[in-house]
DNA sequence: GACATGTGTCGAAGCGCTTCGACAAACACC
DNA sequence: GGTGTTTGTCGAAGCGCTTCGACACATGTC
């Protein structure tokens, strides 16, 4: 009932300070401190008569104070690729779940862009802004690695560059993907199977995962006898218009289509749809996405996964065990799953 | 060429400290201080002096430290909200714009999920973490609102609250831009125009830009004479395929749709494509959604396009403004701009 | 040459927290 | 009733930086 304290739902002014909080729960600073942290035991008394002074002065923890007396900021820096073009809601799905998944573990989250390029790894680390960093869109030769092996802040990489020796990395199991993806269709009796892959650009940049992909659609098509072949799609509607066109010119037998490119798959059934190629009586259609995506389609698409909010949160657990001086695995590679929808089916001569 | 300053490009184990520069320069500490803040005069020579140490010792300096003596973290918080189901793109595009921009006034910003809700708002605060907020997607009746209202700290609103007193906040113009678009089919010569609008969950969630967007085509569209018809839409092929049954169906003279809901632009496109109405011969299409998917689009779409950079630029400078002290305007809206592509033409009967 | 006025630099005092060693007080043991 | 061990608390010393007042010296002014 005291009306001192109630400016406003408890919004103090000036912040308390752990000093005031002491000075009010009549101990030392260190009490509170130790209260706070648990590293020293505390009686029950005491303890409470801490807690009970902390919310009535509506006491928060100084940041900054405390990053410098610890050398720990509790933040972990995010970098995310500037390129905006591709898997935008991936990669904010990965965002997120770092983003929330470090707030469980008492850490916020740094929001980087590549923009700033390698420099931006350097001053973060050397600024003690973050502990620690995830790379997001990492590339088989990223230019941050060397820094990343020179610097001594944990760091985890989503995506896998070519040398891992050293690195801690979280990614689908790509090569996996496409042996599953060849897997399902042979067991559904298609002979001749089609990839509509990602973009030139993608290939050139070498992103890893795409090749990765197509890899083991390849050493399991081979295995299991499937004819398979492979033409990079740009993505959008002329362009799909166009590798679908030459993959039914060049293998009129093709029975299946694999799709990676997100961007690829609304028109595909468009077009399929629009030139009278039933799905899946006459073709199959496998896809590489979201699951969100694969369930608006229609028809609701038969899809391995991209497991977003997994490699986000197992990012920041590996990240959170190497700062506890954990050791841990070098790369850790998410098992595909494929879920079976409407779009595939067993093959029409079949 | 001496070796002993080249451990792989610069990286020392040890941080360098400011007391270290200054030893290095043979300078004090205040004055290799005021060399970095340049809030004192300093002379050439002192300057070059302490920069070449700086440079050598690869200093960076302490965040923690400085966010302590300052009380100033040179951090923004961009709280962004949870839900990733819609406008992702856009969120995205409006966070690496906060992001790169923040970066070129020597900010840092760090990501919030709205997950922990108005809670957030507080901690960040209190702790001295952020020295000001931008929070997205912000609601009629948003529950951060009093919150930011009752603390000291600047912030500004991507988005339109109910009520904008005391409040900074950016925002399209989605009233003109509703009356853009009424104007363009007027221009046209169309007489009846169909709205495809957002889901209805979106009407009822009242984040208020729907609801503007309608207005503005309501009033402009009864100031132009035009028969206007609105109808929300799921989004996704089935939904939209609903939406446009109906529509044509109570009004078979429907010669014009406004799409603002971005999940059903490629199906609404796919679906008249298939009912062999021809865009724009037979029906014009005016979309509100970012350029990215107006141009990716077949045919490429009129739009009024969603600013999503210039949005995340504008919050930055705008609380960068507020944070130097400067009084700042209430509210930004961004006007609208109408580019017509190939999806518009004259109503069919003129 | 006495005076005011700038300029450039330094020293010291914090900012709010963590953490280490010290030390009473309470307990255990024979 | 001495010894040894916990247990709970405190004081003090920083962490690395900013910033204020002081001060020495160079300049300008009548």
């Known amino acids: 009932?005291?009306?001192?304290?109630?400016?406003?739902?408890?919004?103090?002014?000036?912040?308390?300070?752990?000093?005031?909080?002491?000075?009010?729960?009549?101990?030392?600073?260190?009490?509170?401190?130790?209260?706070?942290?648990?590293?020293?035991?505390?009686?029950?008394?005491?303890?409470?008569?801490?807690?009970?002074?902390?919310?009535?002065?509506?006491?928060?923890?100084?940041?900054?104070?405390?990053?410098?007396?610890?050398?720990?900021?509790?933040?972990?820096a995010l970098m995310v690729p500037l390129r905006t073009d591709m898997y935008v809601p991936v990669m904010m799905e990965?965002?997120?779940?770092?983003?929330?998944?470090?707030?469980?573990?008492?850490?916020?989250?740094?929001?980087?862009?590549?923009?700033?390029?390698p420099t931006a790894v350097r001053r973060v680390a050397a600024s003690g802004l973050a502990d620690a960093m995830i790379l997001m869109d990492v590339e088989l030769e990223d230019e941050r690695i060397p820094l990343?092996?020179?610097?001594?802040?944990?760091?985890?990489?989503?995506?896998?560059?070519?040398?891992?020796?050293?690195?801690?990395?979280?990614?689908?199991?790509?090569?996996?993907?496409?042996?599953?993806?060849?897997?399902h269709l042979a067991d559904l009796g298609h002979r001749s199977v089609a990839v509509v892959g990602e973009a030139a650009a993608v290939y050139q940049r070498h992103t890893g995962f795409a090749e990765r992909t197509l890899q083991g659609l390849r050493s399991r098509a081979a295995a299991r006898g499937l004819r398979l072949i492979h033409r990079p799609c740009e993505g959008g509607y002329e362009s799909t218009a166009g590798t679908l066109a030459r993959i039914f010119e060049e293998r009129p037998d093709t029975t299946a289509l694999v799709v990676q490119n997100e961007s690829a798959i609304v028109p595909l059934l468009a077009l399929l749809r629009q030139q009278g190629r039933a799905v899946p009586e006459d073709v199959s259609v496998v896809a590489v996405c979201p699951d969100q995506v694969a369930t608006q389609a229609t028809p609701q698409l038969t899809s391995v996964a991209i497991p977003a909010q997994q490699m986000g949160r197992h990012a920041v657990e590996l990240v959170i065990a190497k700062l506890g001086g954990s050791p841990t695995e070098e790369v850790r590679l998410l098992g595909p799953e494929l879920t079976v929808r409407a779009s595939s089916g067993p093959a029409p001569s079949a």
């Open 1 to 76: 009932m005291s009306k001192r304290f109630d400016t406003f739902g408890g919004d103090e002014i000036r912040m308390a300070t752990l000093a005031e909080v002491a000075r009010h729960a009549g101990v030392s600073a260190s009490t509170v401190s130790y209260v706070l942290s648990g590293k020293r035991s505390i009686s029950e008394g005491t303890r409470r008569r801490v807690e009970r002074s902390i919310q009535e002065l509506g006491y928060h923890p100084h940041a900054g104070a405390r990053a410098l007396a610890s050398s720990r900021s509790n933040i972990i």
């Open 94 to 117: 990965i965002a997120m779940a770092v983003a929330t998944t470090a707030r469980q573990h008492g850490h916020d989250v740094l929001l980087l862009t590549g923009e700033e390029g």
């Open 148 to 183: 990343l092996r020179a610097g001594d802040r944990p760091a985890v990489l989503v995506g896998l560059p070519a040398d891992t020796a050293g690195l801690t990395c979280v990614d689908l199991d790509f090569a996996a993907t496409g042996a599953l993806c060849a897997d």
